[in-house]
């Protein structure tokens, strides 16, 4: 199988190695938009794409030892079907030949160095992905949706306070047809541009923006909670402690809000988390605040552990905020953890701290105790009001 990136130029703009993979494929496989860049050849066989894509793997498998040549925008390893393929078929059998990407060409477009930039994809993917990116200063280069996806995006900038920011969408690159728009977010006034478009951003925060710290413990107020929230101080040391690694899931046990989760999420785009929570309420908040922080792809249960916890997928770090009046939480969690995963549990009342001791004593780990207090208003003065203290307990599963 081969997989050849072509862009807006089409044939013409193809290698000479491109020309002969299409050429000598008995089937040629893309969209119709691809399909229709190539002349059609006697005896080959075509293939468009049927909705949803993935109804043609097996049709594409089933030709195994065949020549098969597969039409892709681009770069077809960058947010493209050379990805997913490479993952059903033998890297023996598989010939990729790229074309500039979308990013590249943005990038050339606007003179910027490429490494120097975010890129991403919100096509068939959710937009908020986009605001863990927003930093002062920062470039990123955003595959869209359709043609609606500047207008939202524009949107969303300027309600995150990044109005300024100088926004351009580029239609149709390498082609024809190409064209690009610019203006800033908050001036931004086009409803609707070329489907084909990539979104070049280049982040200008007004005063007062919301740009995420690339450290765990963002403020309390800035989650929907109802108080019943890991606080920001402790809540910087237990994701310290659960040290997040890139690609790992995690199981957040009486969610909440839903915090632990989402600053594991904002560690590493990679990464998972599972946020099981029982209160209906609270159940509610998780994921808007998953989606108000940019990672909406955090997973909610609804259920009360250990019962909630069948069925999932071993986590590589778990954490209890809740439900440690039950013992069996914590067996049913350290028994489903991964070798070489980490359990932090976190305490604030008297009988959940003795459990902590005795599953210290059983397990081993480390047992630590934080107080932390906060200036307040007393009187016409300024004293220092206690937190309750929490105790924490850490135990890393062998291997």
Known sequence: ???????????????????????????????????????????QERLPWPSPLSDA???????????VCVLASGDPSWYGIGATLSKLVPVEELSIVPAPSSFSLAAARLGWPLQ????????????????????????????????????????????????????????????????????????????????????????????????LPRTPGLPDDWFEHDG???KRE????TLSWLAPRRGELLWDIGAGSGSIGVEWMLSDPTNRAIAVEHKADRAARIPANAAAFGVPGLELVRGKAPDALDGLPAPD???????????????????????????????????????LIATHKRLGG?????????????????GWRPLMP??????EKPL
């Open 234 to 237: 402790i809540r910087a040391v």
């Open 390 to 395: 929490v105790t924490l307990w850490l135990a």
């Open 57 to 67: 793997y097996p049709a594409l498998l089933a030709r195994r030892g065949q020549r």
């Open 116 to 211: 120097d930039c975010g890129a991403l994809t919100v096509h068939g993917r959710p937009l908020e992905l986009v605001i863990p990116r927003l930093q002062p200063g920062a470039r990123l280069l955003i595959l869209s949706w359709d043609g609606t996806t500047p207008a939202k995006l524009a949107a969303l900038l300027t309600a995150r306070g990044f109005g300024p920011s100088r926004l351009t969408a580029l239609e149709s690159m390498g082609g024809p047809r190409e064209r690009r728009i610019v203006a800033t977010a908050q001036e931004w006034s086009a409803e609707r541009v070329a489907d084909l478009n990539t979104l070049a951003v280049e982040c200008v925060a007004a005063p007062g923006a919301r740009a």
């Open 1 to 43: 199988m081969s997989i050849v990136g072509i862009g807006e130029d089409g044939w013409d703009g193809l290698s000479p190695a491109a020309h002969a993979l299409v050429e000598g494929a008995e089937l040629l496989a893309g969209g119709a938009r691809h399909l229709a860049l190539v002349p059609e050849l006697s005896g």
């Open 317 to 355: 770090a778990v954490f209890i905020g809740g439900g440690l009046t039950n013992d069996g939480v914590l067996d049913a969690c350290w028994s489903a953890l991964k070798p070489g995963g980490r359990i932090v549990a976190n305490a604030v009342t008297l009988e959940s701290e003795a459990l």
């Open 228 to 230: 019943q929230i890991t």
């Open 366 to 382: 480390q047992l630590s105790q934080i107080a932390v207090s906060r200036a307040a208003p007393i009187g016409g003065f300024t």
